[in-house]
């Protein structure tokens, strides 16, 4: 590649440099394009050797300084909140569930080990069933439909027109589903003269066709730093990737530089265009940088023009604030500012232990910070890896923050449980209306379980979690490193919603797996899941209130429907009428009740024939459901 060649098509034009202060909030932007490096046609992509060389010493997020920071502040965590013998975990009884988890539709192992760590799972599935799976070192696409691998290379092999030659990590990918087409984005090179943005966009729907690829540098301030642990989203204009920028050496406070967004067109990528961005920096809240910042992706289609991020206080052993930060339009409007709204959440969260293995093996957990999040009507719910106070296990939180565009506040909820959880990722599953339903995945393991891939149907109607379902269990633990050091478990998991089939989730996860006799390594699960039936949950949550009932007569019914409900005060109530697929027919009436026996009618002649989930809710956690039928 020639000198000249090469500087002009990586020259970056700084159009703009602004910077603004609003309600103590500081940050600054600036204006970068980048022209198309190279198109990569992958169906003509040829096997490779595919060498890798892994060091059996240590493996780290980060840098050195880092990795001393954070072990430090474990082990402040676990004196702080020892591990204990508790046969029933007490926040279970503040977490309403029940045993009805979600459908599995398919289950297969996804990229094989290549002698790389960790695993770093993430997927994209178009609404064809072409599916791409992205590891640390490979990528693999499938046709879903026919149970078919269409092809495996290195993710190394994908850009290796790019100019530089160093190790590609920290996959990620995106499903467009208003263009109908794929971003894929990962990181390449740990130093500054080295580092690098790998961006690349699918011409088409068919992952096996033409990409246009950009490299992004990972060194933009030009302050000796290098790129590390992107988080990706789309809106309907633009694709938003954050990152940290990190240095080699020195103390964790000085290491760390700060995180950063970038902004960018997402329709010239796919058109080959030279690019537009907007980078975001120096965002600071006071005097204190926003740290590892996520972009929250709409739930059933994509949001816009503006986007959500979220912070949080991700290095605390204890801390309840989350960061709210609110770009407010497209990059090309001058009028495009930034607010970050601090909310108080209901719960703690904090920094995990890290999580126990058989044989004395333990896995890294990393920190509390957001790992994946969607918004769907007005609320945004995350999930992230945390620490269990009542245990002093390993677990995961998934918060809803309500009313975001007017006055938000935030509801957490540990996810305890017996055995230890981490890296989670949610995809939104329900049908529209006020169902807010999810699926929560998990890695999970345990001192004396081999570490799967598990799953939570949260019902977002009533509010209730099922019990975890495991999706992938194994015979192994993973010891690649050798000795007790922590192993690698993987910084994220992969969770995408199916767009054009409302209810199903594909996901991507880890699992213990033997290699051979000396090796016992990770492997990747991929499975497509069915969140439970509307009812399921519902009806076992009615169980625990045997001081209220709900009953409705005649059912099946073809002309008035008469409900007895019992309640065990007076209440507010609300009664609504859903169809099967969780969407709201009728708020049929907002009214108070009193204590005791209370008799309800309604003419169900408007309603065509089919499935019924009539609904009573109040303020207090009263919630019944009962299933009716009209012919």
Known sequence: MKASRLFLIIIMSILSVCTYAQKHTTYKTTEFTFAKYNTVNVSTIKPNWNVTLLNLEKSFEGNKAYETSIKKIKMEAELRFPR????????????????????????????????????????????????????????????????????TFPLSVFSDTLPFNANQYDPKLLYDPAADKFVMT????????????????????DPLGFWNLYSIPGNPLSDTSWTDFPAIALSQNELFITVNLLKDTGAWQTSFKQSIIWQIDKNRGYNGDTLHTKLWSEINIGDKPIRNMHPIQGGSALTGPDMYLLSNRNFAIQNDTIFMLHITNILSDTNTVMTITPVLSDRCYGMPPDALQPSNQTFATNDARVLGGFMEHDKIQFVGNCMDTVTGKATVYHGIINNVSTTPSVHLTLMADTLELGYPNIAYTGNGGTDNSAIISVNYTGKFTNPGFAAYNYNGISGIYSSMGKIKTSSSYVNLFGGTDPERWGDYSGSQRVYNDPGKVWVSGCFGKKINTFTRAHGTWIAQLQKAAPDASIQSYNNIHNNSSLTAYPNPVNDMLFIELHIPYDARIDVSLYDENGRLVKLLLQTNALEGKNLLSFSTQPLANGVYFLQVRDDKQLFLTKKVVKE
């Open 84 to 151: 204990k013998n508790i046969p029933q975990n007490p926040n279970k009884s503040a977490i309403k569930t029940s045993p009805d988890t979600c459908v599995i539709m398919k289950s297969f192992e996804g990229n094989l080990f290549v002698n790389s760590t960790p695993t770093d799972n993430t997927l994209a599935v178009n609404n064809n069933g072409m599916l791409i799976s992205d590891i640390n070192s490979s990528i693999y696409i499938y046709d879903t439909q026919n149970d078919t691998l269409l092809k």
């Open 186 to 205: 990962y990181l390449a090179g740990t130093l500054d003269s080295l580092s690098n943005i790998v961006l690349a966009f699918s011409q088409t729907n």
